[in-house]
């Protein structure tokens, strides 16, 4: 279905896992895109980024004003599927079935493997093959760009968790999903970090009621006041809007 401006697949949380599940097994790989507000913005004023949204395997929304706006069409989604979540839930999966995981990103560059330290407390048997965060701008040149990536390619993974940022992390993962074609890549934003414990996360009455963002304003204002504030929630407010006038046009 489309929601602001890109198809999201109607899945639940257990379902991404179990199809994931079922693909590797087949020995396919994939790449899921967990789009926000802020994705959607960024994807609706680029074709290209739009087209590299809707390319991926799976699309979740990963922001809860996307399922307010899919109730609001008259197509509801399931549930809300974050990256922050499914890091832990295919962590789960791929310690069950001895998966390797590389963790790729997250901020500081102790923050994968403190990323790791809290996967492998949790799930014992998770196999961790790789934990890297490069450095800011590692991808403005060629040589930084190919040092990443021969990086994860040597660890030949079963699932990749990429924390750069859309669109940086999903551009890297479609280059990726070239040369592994049998590996799962995940783009989770600041999920690496949340793991780490490195950035709160909010609490859940305030994620499943769509505060995160006020939550996340509060901890770094200064880094995101303009992002919530000036961009995200004007479009928001008019996504929203859009969709209840169309829900509305539809009942006459």
Known sequence: MQVG???VDAVTEEQVVQWVAAELEAGRGGRIVTPNVDICRIAAADPALRDLVCSADL???DGMPLVWAAGLLGTPLPERVTGADLLWALSRLAAGRGWPVYLLGGGPPDVPQRAVRELTSRYPRLRVCGAHAPPYGFDATSEG?????????AAQ?????VGLGFPRQDRLIAD???DLPGTWFLGCGAAIAFAAGAVPRAPGWMRQTGLEWAFRL?????????????DDLPFAAR???RCLTTRLKGRR
Do not use: D, N
């Open 5 to 7: 401006g890109v198809g």
């Open 59 to 61: 699309v979740v929304a």
């Open 145 to 153: 760009y190919e040092l990443v990536r021969r990086r994860v390619l």
């Open 157 to 161: 993974p079963g699932l990749v968790f």
């Open 176 to 178: 990726l999903r070239k």
């Open 218 to 230: 509060a901890g770094e204002p200064g880094r995101l006041m303009r992002r919530y504030l000036v």
């Open 239 to 241: 996504l929203l809007g």
